[in-house]
């Protein structure tokens, strides 16, 4: 999650406890993993701290969809090794904010290091550690200064980047499609879809554990979001009445299937739907803030404090619908 702003990330810097937190891996199913944030007081993502790191490993090595905090790259790295000791071989960004790409540069060069076992013929890409690979925007946000200096040093910038709807590439034996979803959390999202694994790797689009963070300073808004969250509903394939199908790893939260991304996305779509209409009838967004387009999900969602409380949600879509019309 996070925010972007003129001065940088907001959300990204709170009192941060990073030595008590714990690496979880959890099964996703296939060759694809998930790991979680155990602990600490890092972020307000319902006790997990920071974004869900992705794993797929196999015979060709490991591919990681984001990177977490950098502080917490050496347990990340630990958390992969009891997966896989092959070479790490890219890493996938699905936006910019820190809590997903702030290991970058730690899991890059991990991923020299370790083929050092298997540089014969190689050597060249062993120097150059794994890949990164995100949507253009990502590398032009961190790399672009807001003031004098790069947001991000250039080490964790993207190595691979991509214009357009998708990239492919085959790894590990399975097909997988990076698709980007324009201007929905920020204007450089991708989601992940593992072909044979069937898991989708979400980043913020989708998290089961607040309300869409529409980062509007990085080029979000509400239709991006339920566009993104709609395209993750096309691709799940359920089997219905029993376990099994499409699985979802959401950017912060537990894992996901079908009816979890169909409940969010019936919230998404009916309080957009509820300040659109408030936004037609000429409504100042004080008035739509008292309207309280969100009451009934606030229980689910809805915060009060952090840095996405449920205002700053509805003045995000109330900002984005207005934009659009005007
Ligand atoms: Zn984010």
């Not at 080029?219 to 395209?231: P, R």
Request: charged share 15%; aromatic share 6%; with cysteine.
């Amino acid at each position: 999650m996070a925010l972007w702003t003129a001065t940088g990330f907001v959300g990204a810097q709170q009192p941060q406890n990073f030595d008590s937190v714990d690496i979880k891996v959890q099964p996703a199913q296939g060759n694809v993993y998930m790991l979680v944030g155990v602990g600490g007081n890092v972020g307000n993502a319902g006790g997990n701290a920071g974004g869900n790191v992705t794993v797929q490993v196999g015979k060709d090595g490991v591919l990681v969809v984001d990177t977490q905090y950098a502080p917490l790259s050496t347990k990340i790295l630990a958390a992969i090794r009891t997966l896989s000791q092959g070479p790490i071989r890219y890493v996938i960004n699905t936006h910019v904010h820190p809590d997903h790409v702030g290991g970058n540069e730690n899991v890059r060069k991990a991923g020299s290091t370790i083929a050092g076992g298997n540089v014969s013929g190689d050597i060249q890409d062993a120097a150059q550690g794994a890949q990164i690979i995100a949507h253009d925007n990502v590398l032009k946000r961190m790399s672009a200064p807001t003031g004098t200096q790069a947001p991000v040093p250039s080490a964790a910038w993207p190595t691979s980047t991509f214009v357009g709807e998708d990239k492919k590439l085959f790894f590990n034996g399975e097909g997988i499609h990076i698709l980007h979803q324009p201007a929905a959390h920020t204007d450089g999202d991708s989601i992940v879809f593992f072909r044979r694994s069937d898991v989708i790797s979400t980043g913020d689009l989708f998290t089961t554990t607040n309300y869409p963070v529409i980062d509007l300073a990085a080029g979000g808004t509400i239709n991006g979001i339920i566009d993104g969250l709609n395209k993750i509903i096309d691709l799940i394939i359920p089997v219905y009445g029993q376990e099994g199908g499409t699985l979802v790893i959401p950017g912060h939260g537990r894992l996901c299937d079908l009816g979890d991304v169909l409940n969010y996305r019936e919230m998404a779509t009916i309080i957009r739907d509820r300040v659109q209409d408030l936004v037609k009838k000429g409504r100042t967004l004080e008035q739509v803030k008292a309207a309280r387009p969100t009451r009934d999900y606030d229980p689910l969602y809805g915060s009060t404090t952090g840095f996405w409380t449920t205002d700053m949600f509805v003045e995000a879509v109330y900002k984005t619908l207005s934009a659009k019309k005007s």
